[in-house]
């Protein structure tokens, strides 16, 4: 009689056991689909209504399943390679020697990253910027050094100054007064950033500089943490504006750890933005006279953007469509 009982409370509590644990097997897989079912992918962003035609391209990539850093090299090509865009790659407007100097740089989702700076006669630098990636140890070259190692690869030097772009410079000339304009006059950059089918994020980011710049001068677009800044645990930012003040606070790198603190993407460009509206304030300068914007996007597909003043505008493309969206600013 001992033994019954005592084999019946122990089966008993083996199918307790059993049951428990195949609800929490049934609980833990349904918080996982829940968990899968929120992100949202393939996604990508880049800065101003150029975005719009690079989001074509990339997301032709990512929506055959392709890898995020295809998509945003691939997408950012499409504003360099026009000699319409007036800022960026073949076409940009030259520095006041009349050169056009070109930036970017890219990276991926294992913290890979090539950069070039100052970089002349090549029509696709963040192109080169990948060759420094995958066929360098290093992470950057400038001026010389990077069209050297460029020509190596394989690619074409170019005269990239278009026609009305010398029109413009030559008519600068006559001042050569240097006060950049805040916005959509000389927005100077794509910035690219993507999530792919498969949940990893790469970001690209390519810009000719501020027109009638001082021979040399370099931005932020090129400098990793600065305008780009890809962590893929987290998510990835990219910045566009005047990169002095995007440099003076590590901008995208600033984005990226907000969000790791727990701040949505929009919540962080907002934290990031008024970083500099009280440095900026510190340092007794006018808000009127910059503009910087930021874009962000976390591992679930959220994504967020502020500025310091209106203008600013980035493209979305994701399963609902490709659309320009006004992003919201400080400066009212």
Same mark, same amino acid.
């Given at each position: ?33 829940? +968990? ?30 392709? *890898?995020?850093? %295809? ?66 140890? /290093? ?22 100054? #278009? ?11 006559? +001042? ?19 999530? %792919? ?15 009638? *710049? ?48 727990? /701040? ?16 900026? *304030? ?6 009127? %006279? ?17 500025? #310091? ?24």
């Amino acid at each position: 009689m001992k033994n019954n009982r005592r084999n019946f409370l122990k089966t008993s509590v083996i199918a307790t056991v059993g049951m428990a644990m195949s609800s929490f097997q049934f609980k833990e897989e349904n918080q996982i689909d829940t +968990k899968y079912k929120k992100v949202k992918k393939p996604i990508v962003l880049s800065t101003w209504r150029f975005g719009i035609e690079a989001n074509v391209a990339a997301w032709q990539i990512l929506s055959r399943k392709g *890898k995020a850093l %295809d998509a945003v090299e691939a997408g950012v090509k499409i504003p360099e390679g026009d000699p319409n865009e007036r800022s960026v790659g073949y076409g940009g407007r030259p520095d006041r020697d009349g050169k056009i100097t070109l930036d970017a740089c890219i990276m991926d989702e294992f913290s890979n990253i090539g950069s070039v700076a100052c970089l002349e006669h090549i029509k696709h630098p963040i192109a080169v910027a990948r060759a420094v990636m995958e066929k360098t140890p /290093h992470v950057m070259l400038v001026g010389d050094g990077a069209l050297q190692f460029a020509l190596s690869q394989g690619f074409q030097k170019e005269n990239l100054l #278009v026609e009305a772009s010398e029109k413009e410079w030559k008519e600068w000339l006559q +001042k050569s007064q240097y006060k950049p304009e805040v916005n959509i006059e000389n927005h100077d950059t794509i910035g690219m950033i993507a999530l %792919d089918e498969f949940g990893n994020l790469s970001g690209a980011c390519t810009t000719s500089g501020m027109a009638y *710049k001082m021979h040399g001068r370099v931005g932020d677009s090129p400098i990793i943490g600065a305008g780009l800044y890809v962590d893929n645990e987290i998510g990835a930012a990219t910045a566009t504006g005047h990169g002095e003040e995007v440099i003076r606070i590590a901008g995208c790198h600033l984005v990226v750890e907000l969000m790791r603190q727990g /701040h949505t993407p929009q919540k962080a460009c907002e934290e990031a933005v008024m970083r500099i509206v009280k440095l900026t *304030k510190n340092r007794n300068k006018s808000l009127k %006279d910059i503009q910087v914007g930021f874009i962000a996007l976390n591992k679930k597909g959220e994504h967020g953007s502020y500025c #310091v003043q209106g203008g600013f505008n980035y493209a979305i493309h994701d399963t609902s469509g490709n659309r320009l969206v006004d992003a919201d600013f400080y400066l009212k």
